[in-house]
């Protein structure tokens, strides 16, 4: 079975903040994402990565960057944290190719900005 | 990507099986069908998915209209761990990475 891992399921940080949210998946998998969901909204693509070092923005990058350095992993970088980044952050994997489109999810990390 | 249309809630007895609709009247020749569900503070899980033709998995049965107008997710033996939202999702399939967007989904109780 496919497995995401996300390296916390609650996170509590202060305004202005940096903040690191860490996914990997153990699929050897090429294309990795992030998404937001806050309720009303649905889910909302931030970044996407299909390739080491290699990252696309998603609709909603501002406020975040990522950072790919092995394939496995894949990091949220929140600069500087503000209110309205609360929210459920999700992490996904794919593979390349026709496959891309099943995406296996991550629990998710359920931030709180103070 | 084609519009879905679902019921936003459903209820069903423990040990039944769960049929949850999708109408996709719009959707083109190359969009696939995907279910994803949310179990209430989880991430989504991938279900199933098809094109044309009725699909099963060791999760789900996938069935489609013969005009793929519609379509109805089947969890043959619903268990209490199957109350989850549950998303239908049409899409033209692609080989790089692309979004998901979720609809408002139904939301599957299974009763004891």
């Known amino acids: 079975d496919v497995k995401v891992t996300q390296s916390s399921r609650y996170l509590v940080k202060r305004t202005g903040e940096k903040v690191f949210l860490e996914c990997v998946q153990d699929m050897d998998h090429e294309n990795m994402f992030w998404y937001r969901q806050d309720p009303g909204l649905g889910l909302r693509l931030i970044y996407f990565?299909?390739?080491?070092?290699?990252?696309e923005k998603g609709d909603i990058p501002e406020g975040y960057s990522v950072s790919r350095e092995k394939k496995e992993r894949f990091s949220l970088i929140l600069e500087s944290a503000s209110t309205n980044q609360t929210s459920m952050y999700l992490c996904?994997?794919?593979?390349?190719?026709?496959?891309?489109?099943?995406?296996?999810f991550g629990p998710g990390t359920r931030l709180t900005v103070l | 990507d084609a519009k879905t249309t679902q019921p936003p809630s459903m209820d069903c007895a423990e040990g039944r099986a769960a049929n949850l609709p999708c109408n996709h009247s719009?959707?083109?020749?190359?969009?696939?069908v995907y279910w994803y569900r949310q179990i209430h503070s989880q991430g989504p899980q991938y279900i199933i998915h098809g094109l044309k033709n009725n699909e099963t998995n060791e999760m789900a049965s996938l069935i489609i209209t013969e005009d793929r107008k519609s379509s109805t997710l089947i969890l043959p033996h619903a268990t209490l761990r199957d109350t989850a939202v549950y998303y239908c999702i049409v899409r033209v399939r692609e080989t790089s990475g692309s979004r998901l967007t979720f609809g408002e989904g139904t939301q599957l109780t299974v009763n004891p």
């Open positions: 719009t959707i083109s020749g190359n969009e696939y």
């Open positions: 990565s299909y390739d080491v070092k290699m990252k």
């Open positions: 996904a994997s794919s593979m390349q190719g026709w496959s891309t489109d099943t995406q296996y």
